[in-house]
C-alpha cells in the first residue's frame, strides 16, 4: 500500500493498481459497499493508446477502511482465479 494524503487524520491509501477496466470494477465493489473511493491516473490511461501506460490506473481508499476493501477485492480476485 501506497500512503499518499490525509483527510480528517486518516491517510489515503493505494488499495489496487492495475487496468482501467478492472480499477473501475474494484471502485464500482466497494462503492456497493459504502466504501468512498476514486481513481488515480483514470483520466491519463483513459486517452492512452500504449498498453503498458493503461496498467497503471490506482483505487485509492482511506486507512480505516483498507481491511474491509482488501476483503471485497480479495473475493473478486478469487473469483477470476487471481491473489491479493
Do not use: C, H
Not at 480528517?8 to 470494477?25: F, K
Not at 466497494?30 to 496498467?55: G, V, W
Amino acid at each position: 500500500m501506497d500512503t499518499k494524503d490525509l483527510i480528517n487524520g486518516d491517510l489515503i491509501v493505494q488499495i489496487y493498481s492495475g487496468s482501467l477496466w478492472e480499477a473501475e470494477i474494484i471502485k464500482s465493489l466497494l462503492t456497493q459497499a459504502s466504501i468512498k473511493s476514486y481513481l488515480n491516473n483514470r483520466m491519463l490511461n483513459a486517452f492512452s493508446t500504449d498498453s503498458a501506460q493503461q496498467e497503471n490506473v490506482q483505487v485509492m481508499i482511506l486507512d480505516s477502511d483498507s481491511s474491509n476493501a482488501k476483503s471485497i477485492i480479495s473475493q473478486y480476485l478469487k473469483i477470476r482465479g487471481n491473489r491479493f
